[in-house]
Nanobody, 114 residues
Framework: VQLQASGGGLVQTGGSLRLSCAVS????????MAWYRQAPGKQRELVAIATSGGSTNSADSVKGRFTISRDNAKNTVYLQMNSLKPEDTAIYYCNAVVALVGYWGQGTLVTVSS
């Protein structure tokens, strides 16, 4: 199973970015797909998660600004990030759970300038 993330970049405060992560090599749809992030000097944290059943949840720090969605037919998860803040600067990693095993993407850097 491989995950390919894309969509990171440099954006000004208040701007928007959309991250995508496509899962390949799996015969079944991931039961859960999520986005994590890791800022310099900090631990990796969960940003948002979406299950195959349609449930979503997100960290309090991004509620109302970030939206996770997934296309089960394409095995792809998206993270729409609006009203970005400098504290959102981090490497964003996608994660997928397939047959109870978690897989990670390579990470994509998001930098928010003040």
């Amino acid at each position: 199973v491989q995950l390919q993330a894309s969509g990171g970049g440099l954006v000004q405060t208040g701007g928007s970015l959309r991250l995508s992560c496509a899962v390949s090599g799996s015969l079944v749809s991931p039961s859960a797909m999520a986005w994590y992030r890791q800022a310099p000097g900090k631990q990796r944290e969960l940003v948002a998660i979406a299950t195959s059943g349609g449930s979503t949840n997100s960290a309090d720090s991004v509620k109302g600004r970030f939206t996770i969605s997934r296309d089960n037919a394409k095995n792809t998860v998206y993270l729409q990030m609006n009203s970005l803040k400098p504290e959102d600067t981090a490497i964003y990693y996608c994660n997928a759970v397939v047959a109870l095993v978690g897989y990670w993407g390579q990470g994509t850097l998001v930098t928010v300038s003040s």
